[in-house]
């Protein structure tokens, strides 16, 4: 159960690319009022905005690594003391590392709070692949699409907010998305390990459509916050 009366509830979804972290988190958000912290987004946008992390971090995305502990615990701590996140984070992409994991243990024990719940979304390797390299989103309101998997109803026209305006990321192309997928099998999925060891895993068959994918991850959300 969570103590989120008093603090913010605390989610991480564990998953390789194309897993479907973003696509879910966002229902999450939805459902419960949490607020989706994406540290692949926060690196963007730093990438974007050519400050000295960014400017750090754009030749290690570009290749499908992962960037410094130091650069990624910098923008999410500063990210995780705005007031929007008063009631909840669902940490997408975040931690990657046993660095990471520990470090946030750290940061969350600071402010009485702790992990409430690990969803480790399991997937195949070979399709995330096709997942990533077919993946594109609204350039104005960031809704996500797939060529294949989830089509706008209109064709080039944004369901949610009537964007003509559509992007894919420069790391979604099956080369960097491998080297992706090797970054998370060798750094990232131990965690596994580590969560149940606390006691806080849950998995979810994300292999699954979309929708059906959802359900699992809201009922798993939920026992947690009953
Ligand atoms: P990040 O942005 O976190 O990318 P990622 O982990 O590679 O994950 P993706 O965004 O590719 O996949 P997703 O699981 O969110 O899938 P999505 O929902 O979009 O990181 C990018 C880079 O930043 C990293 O490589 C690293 O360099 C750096 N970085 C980020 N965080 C870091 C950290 N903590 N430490 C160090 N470096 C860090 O779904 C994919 C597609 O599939 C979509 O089109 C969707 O519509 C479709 N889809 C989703 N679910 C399903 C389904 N069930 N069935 C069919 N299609 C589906």
């Known amino acids: 159960m969570a103590d989120a009366t008093t603090n913010p509830a605390v989610l991480i979804l564990l998953g390789p690319p194309g897993a479907g972290k973003g696509t879910q988190a966002r229902m999450l958000e939805e459902t419960f009022g949490f607020v989706q912290l994406s540290t692949g987004d926060l690196l963007r946008a730093a990438v974007a905005a050519g400050t000295e992390a960014g400017k750090q971090a754009k030749a290690v995305m570009s290749a499908g690594g992962l960037v410094s502990d130091d650069i990624v615990l910098a923008i999410l701590k500063d990210r995780m003391a705005d007031p929007d996140t008063r009631k909840g984070v669902i940490l997408d992409g975040f931690p990657r ?4 994991a520990e470090a946030l243990d750290g940061l969350l024990k600071s402010t009485g709070q702790r992990v409430n719940s690990v969803i480790s979304m399991e997937v195949e ?3 995330m692949i ?97």
């Open 125 to 127: 390797d070979a399709p």
């Open 130 to 226: 096709a997942r990533v390299a077919g993946r594109y989103t609204c350039a104005t309101c960031g809704e996500g699409y797939h060529d294949a998997f989830k089509q706008p109803a209109k064709a080039g026209v944004c369901d949610k907010c009537g964007g003509t305006d559509f992007k894919r990321r420069a790391d979604d192309n099956a080369e960097t998305a491998g080297a992706r997928l090797a970054a998370y099998h060798a750094q990232t999925a131990p965690l596994i390990t580590y969560y149940k060891g606390l006691g806080v895993l849950e998995t979810v068959d994300a292999m699954a459509n979309i929708a059906e994918v959802a359900t699992a991850m809201q009922a798993a959300v939920a026992r947690v916050m009953a």
């Open 97 to 100: 590392t046993a660095g990471q």
